[in-house]
């Protein structure tokens, strides 16, 4: 019997059911570890009160013995007491100054009443030559200080605007839902557990059920409520955490099991465990007939995620995604471990949250999708979500519709930003709009005087020419691919590149084409940005030639790991210089006997000529690049055709063209380097 069961049976919530058999002296770590018939027996009597008379008499045994002894020594401890009480050098210690960064060295002299001098000299000994008007970031002052016995205390000039957290009172805690994230590994059933558990919703009965565009969604199960991530890769998850954004309550490791334990399920029991969060293996697939329930229990146990029907602590479900089997055992298991958990929240104070995702909607604007971790957000409450402000216009909940107030651990979208935040931001709510106008220009400061670079952008040509000054070099780097895998692969290989002289660092790593944002963002971190099977959205290029941003665009991944190696040693081959003749929009699809496919085109940019090489896109996505077959005007070959006309397109080798494809014409230029 589980300890759940008994406790179920009992009327007691499971940990205090854990915590009698701990008493009785049964090891139980958890609710779903298993007892014997004995032991619930023993449990039922002790609820019942049988057993009480047994556990009154080692008490005053216990306490009989110590007051006989204590009598005969309080005297002599009396004389020793005055000697903690001559310790009154604490004192000046606990007067720590308050100083805001970054700071002037002389504002820092004026704070801490250490001369300008001494600060200077202390400076140069650790290396850093500095003036009186030399600016000191937060570690450098408290570092500088505390040589000279002065205790000193950092705040951001946004955090003495905020002020201190309002935790508000703990009479007024609330238990509120678990937030739990799916993981696993790719195709072990991750989306289609999710998607069957949402089916299961009561609350979602309206036609076309939960909405998903948003970025989680709710499930009310026996009057609990349940809020998901949809968020199961591991790098959003990893990203939230390293920005200190602690989401998530519980993790759901999805494990198929006909495959077992793969290296991206190795991955994800790494991130829960660097988060400090708990585990539930959803074991899926269990309706196959190759699944395997005893090697993957094996292979769990190996990764010290010993089941507990082997003696362990992890929760272990079988469940079938795809025939909906066990998922409310699944859900039980999570309602339990949130019940040990004791998550709390109060519902009174000022919310925050956090930002799970952002986007620009061309329709509402600024959008963010967050979980509100504490206090109630209402419609028309000013905040602040990293260094964006907003008035909150409208919020959506997880079904789609319209919400007044969103409370403790619930998933809404929020309207009303004045720029995009980055996932991870931490929302805070204030109460005026000029405060939270003046935090987010504040932080908008900030982040510009990190970003900024004086002098001119680097590019991969200058990285050479860098080195050789002796200086050790970060090269940033933008990286934009086509697919999920292929940005991993490339954030693995480029960081791998490093050596003691030059530092890659991937300050952004997405899916997608590359747009205006990437190129405003690489302008502000002097960051080169690297395309890898993607095209840049249209714009891009005059923005990037504007802000003088190095765009590297790539088919073939080794060619672009190669180029990044060679620029750091100086040895780039010749630049292949791409230059865009024109654009055209396919509007038509003609299928010709023994000839092929022609795309009846509109040319809506420069020019296409018959020379010009030829590059197929779709949704940002490279699909295909090579020569033009043929090029025509009605039934007439021709040699080119201008923006505004028509023509007829046939692609070398290639037939798979769908409407509202873009054709782009290009030809390639090779440049000599130049150091």
């Not at 205790?151 to 805690?173: F, I, K, N, S, W």
């Not at 199961?232 to 198929?256: N, S």
């Amino acid at each position: 019997m589980r300890v759940y069961e008994i406790a179920k049976e009992l009327g007691v919530e499971s940990k205090e059911a854990v915590a009698l058999l701990n008493e009785m002296g049964v090891a139980v770590k958890s609710h779903a570890n298993a007892i014997s018939d004995e032991d619930a027996q023993r449990l039922r009597d002790q609820v019942g009160g049988t057993s009480a008379p047994e556990a009154e008499e080692p008490a005053p045994v216990a306490s009989a013995a110590p007051p006989a002894e204590v009598e005969d020594t309080p005297e002599p401890e009396v004389e020793a007491a005055p000697e903690p009480e001559a310790e009154p050098e604490p004192e000046p210690e606990a007067e720590a100054v308050m100083i805001e960064v970054p700071i002037l060295v002389k504002g820092l002299a004026e704070a801490t009443g250490i001369p300008v001098s001494t600060l200077i000299r202390g400076l140069m000994a650790q290396g850093v030559m500095a003036n009186m008007n030399q600016s000191l970031e937060g570690d450098a002052a408290i570092a500088i200080a505390a040589e000279h016995g002065v205790v000193v205390h950092v705040q951001t000039a946004d955090q003495v605007l905020l002020g201190e957290v309002d935790d508000g009172d703990v009479a007024d805690l609330v238990t509120r839902a678990p937030v739990v994230t799916i993981m696993g590994h790719v195709d072990h059933g991750k989306t289609q557990l999710l998607d069957s558990i949402r089916e299961t919703n009561v609350v979602a009965r309206e036609a076309g059920g939960i909405t998903q565009h948003i970025g989680a969604s709710e499930v009310e199960w026996q009057g609990n409520r349940i809020v998901f991530i949809d968020t199961p890769g591991h790098q959003a998850f990893t990203q939230m955490r390293a920005r200190g954004a602690k989401v998530t309550d519980i993790v759901i490791l999805v494990v198929a099991a006909n495959d077992g334990i793969m290296p991206q399920t190795v991955e994800a029991i790494d991130h829960a465990r660097a988060a400090d969060v708990p585990i539930i293996v959803a074991i899926n697939k269990i309706d196959l007939p190759q699944a395997n329930l005893d090697r993957v229990k094996q292979q769990l146990a190996e990764h010290e995620l010993a089941p507990e029907d082997w003696g362990g602590d992890t929760v272990c479900v079988p469940v079938s995604a795809l025939e909906k089997q066990n998922l409310d055992g699944l859900l039980e298991m999570i309602i339990l471990t949130a019940e040990l958990m004791e998550l709390k929240a109060n519902p009174n104070v000022p919310a925050r949250g956090t930002v799970l995702e952002a986007k620009l909607d061309r329709q509402r604007g600024a959008v963010a999708t967050a979980i509100i971790q504490t206090g109630t957000l209402h419609v028309g409450d000013y905040l602040v979500a990293g260094a964006e402000d907003a008035k909150v216009r409208a919020m959506i909940d997880s079904h789609g519709k319209q919400v007044k107030e969103a409370g403790p651990a619930s998933a809404v979208e929020i309207l009303g930003f004045s720029a995009v935040p980055e996932a991870g931001d931490e929302i805070q709510a204030v109460e005026e709009a000029s405060l939270a106008r003046e935090v987010a220009e504040i932080r908008q400061f900030q982040q510009r005087r990190q970003h900024l670079g004086s002098g001119q952008r680097l590019t991969l040509e200058d990285l050479h020419e860098r080195l050789r000054t002796g200086e050790r070099v970060k090269l940033p780097v933008v990286l934009r691919a086509d697919a999920q895998g292929s940005v991993e692969t490339l954030k693995d290989a480029l960081n791998k590149l490093s050596t003691d002289n030059v530092e890659v660092e991937i300050l952004r790593a997405a899916v997608g084409g590359v747009s205006e944002t990437d190129v405003l963002f690489a302008a502000a971190s002097d960051a080169i940005i690297v395309g890898f099977n993607v095209r840049p959205e249209r714009g891009v290029a005059e923005a990037a030639a504007r802000e003088g941003i190095d765009l590297r665009f790539h088919t073939i991944i080794y060619q672009l790991i190669d180029e990044v190696k060679l620029a750091m040693i100086g040895q780039l081959s010749p630049t292949l210089e791409e230059s865009t003749l024109g654009a055209a929009e396919v509007r038509d699809i003609f299928r010709i006997p023994k000839v092929g496919t022609i795309a009846g085109c509109y040319v809506t940019d420069g020019k296409f000529t018959r020379d010009a090489k030829a590059r197929l896109v779709r949704d940002s996505r490279i699909i295909y690049e090579g020569q033009l077959r043929s090029l025509r005007r009605f039934k007439d070959d021709v040699k080119e055709v201008q923006h505004g006309f028509e023509c007829g397109i046939g692609l070398e080798n290639f037939n798979d063209v769908k409407n509202g494809d873009v054709i782009e014409a290009f030809v390639v230029k090779e440049i000599a380097p130049t150091l």
